[in-house]
């Protein structure tokens, strides 16, 4: 098994199976989304929690695609988006007003209100999994303190899985270095009938009881600690539960945007509506997610036809 400390998942099982869980922590990665666009901290802050929790809830579904977490409201922050593939590549945008972040910045600071109702307003939060036979969708809306809370929520109401979470995030100058976060989540697993068999039910809510105050135990700044394994880490947590690992997972930073793209998606334009976005004859058209420009003209999107 590899022994990365960070832009890594490491899956596992404790208590025979009874809870499975895993455990994130993003570093370069997700410096690249959050530095090449310059966002102001507090945007970076929830970018950060919003690509651990992309990566984390990635890794509890087997599909072959993409993995998309969105978040949209009314308040500074309109859009926030993130991404992932089967393969580990990960890339996210936020779309947002510069000149109402730090009212909203300074109302969370003062208490006044979440940073989630601050910044997103009676927003949504969806998770999208697309892949070439289907596609699926959970919404949940934006009403906790937190995302993670709002996904903890969507899992007890939607999914009906108990649930156990912890997100920690750090700024470059909290590091020294670039933006990093760090996750790990637990979740209650179907009873197994040999297990039933063995254990009374009371037995088994303490064992998850249990792991989920192991979880809790964990302090932000080993979540963080580049210095240690996530392997390490969990050994800490869990020696005692029957710790089993799963092969780990490598998260990069990755677009898929290309001129093919981009071409495609102009070409469902009416043909009008392409003609008045070109200036002098060309389309300029700029990737949200990675910042790379693509400068076409209108017999660009004609031929080949």
């Known amino acids: 098994m590899p022994d990365a400390t960070t832009d890594v998942i490491c899956p596992f099982l404790i208590d025979s199976g009874l809870s499975r869980g895993q455990t994130v922590r993003l570093t370069s990665s997700l410096d690249t ?17 919003a690509a651990v929790l992309t990566a984390i809830l990635s890794s509890t579904i087997k599909f072959d695609g993409v993995f998309t977490l969105q978040i949209q409201g009314s308040g500074p922050v309109s859009v926030l988006a993130v991404d992932m593939t089967t393969d580990g590549s990960i890339r996210g945008y936020a779309r947002f007003n510069e000149d109402t972040v730090k009212k909203a910045q300074a109302d969370t600071e003062q208490g006044k ?3 989630v109702q601050a910044f997103f307003e009676n927003g949504t939060l969806s998770f999208n999994v697309e892949t070439k036979d289907q596609n699926y969708q959970g919404i949940v809306a ?5 995302l993670a809370e709002c996904v903890l929520e969507y899992f007890k109401q939607s999914e009906q899985i108990q649930t156990a979470l912890k997100v920690a995030v750090a700024t470059p100058k909290q590091t020294g270095a670039g933006w990093a976060a760090a996750a790990i989540m637990l979740q209650r697993m179907p009873m197994d009938r040999q297990i039933a068999r063995e254990l009374k039910e009371e037995e088994i809510d303490d064992l998850w009881n249990t792991a989920a105050v192991l979880l809790h ?3 932000p700044e080993e979540l963080l600690d580049t210095d240690l394994p996530l392997e390490k880490l969990l050994y800490r947590l869990y020696h005692l539960n029957n710790l089993h690992f799963f092969m780990q997972k490598t998260i990069k930073f990755g677009c898929r945007c290309s001129k093919d793209k981009v071409i495609e998606m102009l070409r469902r334009f009416p043909e009008q509506d392409r003609k008045e976005m070109a200036v002098d004859g060309k389309i300029k058209v700029d990737c949200q997610f990675c910042g790379k420009s693509y400068t076409l003209t209108l017999n660009d999107l004609d031929a080949g036809k």
């Open 217 to 219: 135990s964990a302090t």
């Open 33 to 49: 989304i959050i530095s090449q666009h310059s966002y102001p901290e507090p945007i970076g802050i929830l970018m950060a929690q």
């Open 113 to 115: 209100t979440s940073a």
């Open 142 to 146: 934006l009403d906790q303190p937190t």
